[in-house]
């Protein structure tokens, strides 16, 4: 927090800070949009890019006995406090009650997810307010193909070219690591376990596309019941597990061979309430296994979960990290987090030997200089 502040005192360049699954993002956002809603007598917009992460951030701000507010279509509307959560294509929709000179900062949590829809709510707010400071928060700051999100490291170095590609933000001004955070108990500590029964073969995945994980993933009959009745296996002596599959179809073909009592289901087509009720009861530990599809690799917060079965790869260092991460919280029960991979990623990323150092490469933008062809 000091390391923001200290930033943004002397700054209008956006910074941000690397913080890791559990060192508690949501805290951070909390008190620095307090310090500057009292410092400055302005508002301050933080973002986050799903509802359930809205309303947990907006949870723990009013948590302190501060009143904020809520903006975001799914769950309500309102500008009347100082400190707003909104949702990206919320606040976008109605920019011109953001952009009025009324805001100081803008905060975005899961900043390696920052969209055109953000860039542009920050580039509309700032004709209204041209020293607005904008602050991203992240565990795992950068994306596939662009490298690192920051152009200068927490000790002022430039990051290397092959790095970043085009860095929205100007400088890391803190690094909070997940390595530290187990070393000092406040962590729990994930390992991989290679000795799998199968694995799905993913070396004919080019380009991540729908049509071709229906291919490797869809169908396997066999492969699939014995890759689940091995995590089954794994999973004897756990409390929770989250189970990553690749399609919702390749997810319901899990299920099938998941003991149906202990195990729901959650895809983007389920309903919110629905969604809700599954969440807490998995929380409340009274069924064994979740299996989602793209729903549960963020902001989702269950300290019993023990065991990450992924079912799927991803060409995203940051997606494999989140979903890692998704097992890290500290629970009474629970001694250690069991990673099973079976869709090939911690080999791709070279993560044998340490699940929290994948290797980030930018794809050059830049292009050859023009030859002429006599």
Not at 146 to 152: C, E, H, N, R, S
């Amino acid at each position: 927090i000091d390391a923001i502040l200290d930033w943004i005192r002397t700054s209008t360049e956006p910074c941000l800070i690397e913080a890791a699954t559990g060192s508690g993002k949501s805290i951070i956002v909390a008190l620095v949009a307090k310090w500057i809603e009292e410092n400055t007598g302005k508002k301050v917009l933080c973002l986050a890019p799903k509802s359930e992460l809205t309303e947990q951030n907006h949870e723990k701000y009013t948590s302190y006995d501060t009143p904020a507010s809520i903006y975001a279509a799914s769950i309500e509307k309102s500008l009347r406090h100082s400190v707003v959560f909104g949702m990206p294509q919320t606040v976008k929709n109605s920019i011109k009650r953001f952009s009025n000179g009324d805001f100081a900062a803008v905060i975005v949590d899961e900043c390696h997810a920052i969209t055109p829809t953000i860039k542009k709510i920050i580039e509309e707010m700032k004709t209204g307010s041209p020293n607005l400071r904008v602050i991203g928060l992240s565990a795992t700051p950068y994306r596939m193909n662009d490298g690192y999100i920051y152009a200068y490291d927490e000790e002022g170095n430039p990051v290397p070219e092959d790095q970043t590609n085009e860095p929205y933000f100007h400088s890391l001004v803190y690094r909070i690591t997940a390595p530290f955070l187990i070393e000092q108990g406040f962590l729990t500590r994930p390992h991989a376990d290679p000795n799998h029964s199968a694995s799905y073969d993913t070396s004919t995945i080019k380009r991540h596309s729908q049509s071709e994980y229906e291919k490797a993933f869809e169908g396997k009959g066999r492969k699939t019941a014995a890759i689940i009745a091995d995590v089954v296996e794994h999973a004897r002596n756990r409390i929770s597990v989250m189970v990553f599959a690749a399609t919702i179809r390749h997810a319901k073909e899990c299920m099938e061979s998941l003991p149906p009592s202990m195990t729901r289901l959650v895809t983007g087509e389920t309903p919110k309430a629905e969604r809700k009720q599954i969440v807490a009861d998995f929380k409340a530990m009274k069924f064994k296994y979740l299996v989602n599809v793209a729903v549960y690799t963020t902001g989702f917060d269950v300290p019993s979960v023990d065991l990450i079965a992924i079912l799927r790869p991803t060409e995203s260092a940051s997606l494999l990290q989140q979903i890692i991460g998704r097992g890290m919280r500290l629970h009474p029960e629970k001694q250690d987090c069991l990673v099973l991979d079976y869709g090939q990623n911690i080999e791709h990323f070279q993560l044998d030997s340490d699940l929290f150092s994948p290797q980030i490469k930018a794809r050059s933008s830049k292009k050859g200089e023009p030859i002429e062809i006599r």
